[in-house]
């Protein structure tokens, strides 16, 4: 599922169970107000890929065997090419599954965490209070130039989000994001902070 927003997070925590004690200093807890998991989209699953392998070594190995059969055995190593190629462009593709982003909106801050499989992690954090969300999708004819993406900003510091989603889940994320942000700016909202 592309985007987690209420089941469990990494290391076994719930939405709503507050900061780890590293998140928070080791004092008091701060209310969650909204936590999304963000994931790339898969079509095929694990046991989807075994099958898919087994059906083309099968194949493969009938071909083979045909080429055998007409002494065409140079031909055999080939059969195993094609196989190893699929191989190795699904384990590039379940890797990069790995990567993800968090969006994650306290009483006192919104950060957001990119994980990537072959990059280090990154961290941005921006106060709620003036934290402007901007939602893009380019029309049908545009979209060769790339995918939509949800934009955090605030203060000159910018950060796009869910740009591997669907339009649909882009924006879904940016309307529950833009729901939990109207909850924190309820009366009695924080403060603004100072500049």
């Not at 909204?34 to 099968?58: C, E, K, T, Y």
């Not at 080939?78 to 196989?83: A, S």
């Not at 384990?91 to 009483?107: C, D, F, G, I, K």
């Not at 993406?149 to 000159?156: E, M």
């Amino acid at each position: 599922m592309p985007i987690d927003i209420s089941g469990p997070q990494p290391g076994g925590r719930q939405p709503g169970d507050g900061p780890s004690p590293a998140e928070s200093g080791g004092s008091g807890s701060v209310r969650v107000l909204f936590d999304a998991i963000l994931h790339p989209h898969r079509s095929l699953g694990r046991s989807g890929f075994r099958v898919l392998m087994a059906v083309v070594v099968a194949m493969n190995l009938i071909v083979a065997g045909i080429f055998v059969a007409h002494g065409a055995w140079p031909v055999v190593p080939f059969c195993g090419l094609d196989v190893m190629a699929l191989w190795l462009a699904f384990r590039v593709s379940y890797r990069s599954a790995r990567q993800y982003e968090r969006v994650r909106l306290t009483e006192t801050a919104l950060t957001v965490q990119r994980v990537h499989w072959k990059a280090p992690e990154r961290r941005w954090s921006f106060h709620p209070y003036w934290l402007r969300i901007t939602h893009t999708e380019p029309a049908d004819h545009e979209r060769r130039g790339g995918a939509g993406q949800v934009t955090l900003s605030s203060h000159g510091q910018s950060v796009g989000v869910g740009s591997f989603l669907s339009p649909d889940e882009r924006s879904s994320f940016a309307r529950a994001l833009d729901d939990a942000l109207r909850l924190w700016r309820r009366p009695p909202c924080p403060p603004a902070p100072a500049e």
